[in-house]
C-alpha cells in the first residue's frame, strides 16, 4: 500500500508499504478520505506541534473517514475517532476522554495516523454513517466535533449574539452550529474575503474583515452591538490579534473560548481588560462524545460540512492539498487515498 510520511518539516514522502497488522481490539481500515487540518499545517511547517515535535517519519492525517476492510463488519462505511484514550485514568473516568494524558493520537507524536491506503484502528472509535453522508462529508465529522465541543464549552443560551474569529473550516463550523444551538446574531471575522463571503452565505453572520494592523473590525463590532459587546466569542484563528480581538468583542460577564493553535506556544490578553469584564476564559482540547450528534447533525441537513470541502486530490498529490491548506486557498482541502 502507499503512505505519506513526513521525514521533516517541508518534506513528505510517498512510500510503499506493507498493509499493516490490527492489534487486539482493532479492525483493518481502508482509508476513503482524510481532511488536512490546520494543526496538519503546524507539523508539515514546523516539524511538531506545540511541545510535541517528530520523532520518527511520520503518518499525518486525523480528520478521516473508512470503510471497514476485513471481518464481519467488512464493507460498513465509518467516521473515525482520531483519539484513543486510555479508559482508565482519573479524568477518562471522569468521563474527560478529551483530557486524558495517556492518549494516543492519530498523525499525532509517535502514533502514525491517515494518509495511506491502510490502517488498523481501534473498533471502539468507529462510528457507522448511513448512505446520506458522502465519505468526504465523513472525514469532516471530525472537525465538527471540535465546533460541537468549542460550543458545549460555552453553554450557549438561546438568543445569545455570538462571534466568530477566523473562519476557517472550524470557524464556520462553530458559526454553524452556534446557530443551531440558539445564537441569533453571529458576527464573524477573517483576513480573507471568501471566507467571509462563506461565513455569510452558510449562515447570514455579519462580517467583517479582519484589519491586522488597526483591528478595525473590533470597533465595527462594538459599533453594531452599540457598545455592548458579545455574550460569547469563540477565538478559531490562532493568531494573537484574534485573541486581542475576542477579548475587546466580548462583553462584560462574558466567555471567550480559545480553539486556536498559537505557533509560538503563548497566549496572551490585557489582564486589566478580561479583570475588569470579569470574563470567563476556556480552552478547547479536542472534544468529547460529540459523533452521535455529529453524524445526526449533517445526516438531517443542519450543518452543512459538504460546501466547505473546496479541493480534493488524490494520495500521490497530497502535498497539494498541503500547500492549499498553507495558503489558505479555498477552505478544506481532502486527501482521497
Ligand atoms: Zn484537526
Ligand atoms: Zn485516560
Redo the contacts with the bound molecule.
Keep these: 500500500m502507499k503512505a505519506l510520511r513526513l521525514h521533516a518539516a517541508h518534506t513528505l514522502r510517498l512510500h510503499e508499504e506493507p498493509i499493516p497488522e490490527p492489534q487486539a481490539g482493532e479492525v483493518l481500515l481502508r482509508v476513503t478520505a482524510v481532511g488536512i487540518c490546520g494543526s496538519d499545517i503546524h507539523w508539515y511547517e514546523e516539524g511538531g506541534i506545540g511541545d510535541a515535535r517528530l520523532s520518527h517519519p511520520l503518518v499525518l492525517g486525523h480528520e478521516f473517514a473508512a470503510e471497514i476492510a476485513e471481518g464481519p463488519l467488512r464493507g460498513t462505511r465509518v467516521a473515525v475517532d482520531p483519539a484513543i ?5 482519573e ?3 471522569q468521563g474527560h ?1 478529551n483530557l ?4 494516543r493520537f492519530s498523525g499525532h507524536g509517535s502514533q502514525d495516523g491517515a494518509l495511506r491506503e491502510y490502517m488498523p484502528w481501534r473498533t471502539e472509535n468507529l462510528h457507522a454513517v448511513p448512505d446520506t453522508i458522502d465519505d468526504i462529508s465523513a472525514a469532516m465529522l471530525e472537525p465538527l466535533g471540535v465546533a460541537i465541543h468549542s460550543v458545549d464549552l460555552a453553554h450557549l443560551r438561546p438568543g445569545a449574539h455570538v462571534g466568530v474569529i477566523g473562519c476557517g473550516p472550524i470557524g464556520l463550523l462553530t458559526l454553524q452550529v452556534a446557530r443551531l444551538a440558539g445564537a441569533v446574531r453571529l458576527f464573524a471575522t477573517d483576513c480573507l474575503p471568501h471566507r467571509l463571503e462563506a461565513a455569510h452565505a452558510l449562515c447570514a453572520a455579519e462580517v467583517h474583515q479582519a484589519d491586522l494592523e488597526h483591528r478595525e473590525e473590533a470597533r465595527a463590532i462594538l459599533a453594531a452591538t452599540k457598545g455592548r459587546g458579545l455574550d460569547v466569542v469563540f477565538e478559531c484563528a490562532g493568531d494573537q490579534r484574534a485573541v486581542d480581538t475576542a477579548f475587546d468583542v466580548v462583553r462584560i460577564g462574558g466567555i471567550v473560548i480559545l480553539c486556536g493553535v498559537p505557533s509560538d506556544d503563548r497566549t496572551a490578553f490585557v489582564a486589566s481588560l478580561a479583570r475588569r469584564k470579569g470574563l470567563t476564559i476556556k480552552l478547547v482540547r479536542r472534544m468529547k462524545h460529540t459523533y452521535p450528534r455529529a453524524i445526526e447533525m449533517v445526516s438531517r441537513r443542519f450543518v452543512n460540512v459538504s460546501d466547505l470541502v473546496t479541493h480534493r486530490f488524490p494520495l500521490c498529490e497530497a502535498e497539494r492539498a498541503f500547500a492549499v491548506a498553507q495558503h489558505r486557498e479555498g477552505i478544506k482541502a481532502v486527501v482521497i487515498p
Excluded: L, N, Y
Design positions: 484514550s486510555c479508559g482508565q485514568c479524568w477518562c473516568q476522554p486524558c494524558p495517556h492518549t
